[in-house]
C-alpha cells in the first residue's frame, strides 16, 4: 500500500501543476536555490492540510464507516472531475520568466508556504486522495495519515528540488517541444483517472 501511495504522489507531484511551474519561474528567474526554498515552503505547507484530514477524517470514522466509504467515493468522482478539467485545457505551459529582483530565500520560503496553506484546493484533494490508502480497520487512523502526509511532503521536495536543478534544461526543452506538452497533459488525465479507480476498488 505504501509503494502504491508513493507512486501515485511521485505521478501526481510530476504533473505540470502550479506548485511545480512556480518553483520552475523562480528557479529560471533567480537560480535553484531560490527555487528550493520556494520548494520547501510550499511542502512545509503540506503538514497543516494533513492535520485537516487527520483530525477529520479519524472524527468521521468513529462515527460511521459507511460515511467513510462514501467520502472514498467523492473522492475518487473529484479526481474524476479535476482529470476532465486538465482535458478541457490548453496543453501549452507557459513558463515567464520575472523580471523582478531576487528576493530572500526566507521571503519565498514564507510566500511558499501561505500559498499552500491557504489554498483550500489542497485540502479538498487529499481528502479526495488520502482515504484510498488508509486502513480503517486499524486502531490509530491518524498516524496513517501522517505518515502519507510525511511521505508525500519529502518525495514532494525531492522531486521540485531536482527539477530546481535541471530548470534551465527544462525549460528550453518545454518550450521547443509541443508534443512534450501535450504527453504531459495526457499524463495528468491518465494519473488521476488510474487514482481515482484504485481508491474505488
Known sequence: MITTFLLASIALTLSPGP???????QSISNGKRYGIATAAGLVSGILAHTTLIALGISAIIKQSELIFTGIKILG???LLWIAFQVYKSS???????STNQKRSLLSLFRQGFIMNV????????????????????????????YLLGFLFMLQAFVIFSLVSILADSLTVFIRNN???ALFLKWFQIVVFIAIAVLILI
Not at 483550500?120 to 486502531?139: H, R, S
Open 19 to 25: 506548485d511545480i511551474l512556480y518553483v520552475l519561474t
Open 76 to 78: 475518487a468522482c473529484y
Open 91 to 97: 496543453s501549452s505551459i507557459d513558463l515567464k520568466t
Open 118 to 145: 491557504l489554498n483550500p484546493k489542497v485540502t479538498l484533494f487529499f481528502l479526495a486522495f488520502f482515504p484510498g490508502f488508509i486502513n480503517e480497520k486499524l486502531v490509530n487512523v491518524t498516524q496513517q495519515i
Open 178 to 180: 509541443n508534443h512534450f
